[in-house]
C-alpha cells in the first residue's frame, strides 16, 4: 500500500491511498506537517549503523533508486496545531517545526509537538 499524507485547504491532516478512493481526514487544525529521516552513517567494514547522525528531507535523501533510503534508520514527524476557534486577546507569535519564531495575524493558540 502506498499512503500519501498532507494538509488539506481546510486545514485538516488527510491521508489518500493508492486505489484512487477519495482522501479521508485524520486529524483537524493542522497548520503545518514536517517529515526529518533519521539517516546512519553508513559503516565501511559492514552492514549500515543503527543510530541517526543526522536528520534530512525526504529530497535530500535523494530518489528512491538512487538515494540513502537503506540508511534510514528513524522518522521525525512534527506537526503545528492551531485551536478550533481565536482564544488570545491579541496575535502571538509561535515556535515552528523549525524552531523559529512565527508571527501570526489571528487570535488562534499554536503549539508544535514532535515525536
Request: include cysteine; proline fraction near 8%; charge should be positive.
Amino acid at each position: 500500500a502506498e499512503n500519501r499524507f498532507f494538509i488539506s485547504a481546510n486545514n485538516a491532516l488527510s491521508c489518500r491511498g493508492n486505489n484512487g478512493a477519495p482522501s479521508q481526514p485524520l486529524v483537524d487544525n493542522v497548520a503545518q506537517m514536517q517529515i526529518w529521516y533519521g539517516v546512519a552513517t553508513p559503516s565501511p567494514t559492514g552492514p549500515r549503523g543503527t543510530v541517526a547522525t543526522r536528520y534530512l528531507r525526504a529530497n535530500q535523501v535523494g530518489d528512491m533508486n538512487n538515494g540513502n533510503w537503506d540508511q534510514v534508520v528513524s522518522v521525525r514527524l512534527c506537526l503545528v496545531i492551531q485551536s478550533r476557534n481565536p482564544v488570545l486577546d491579541t496575535p502571538a507569535p509561535f515556535f515552528n517545526c523549525n524552531g523559529v519564531s512565527t508571527p501570526t495575524t489571528d487570535r488562534r493558540l499554536y503549539r508544535a509537538f514532535t515525536t
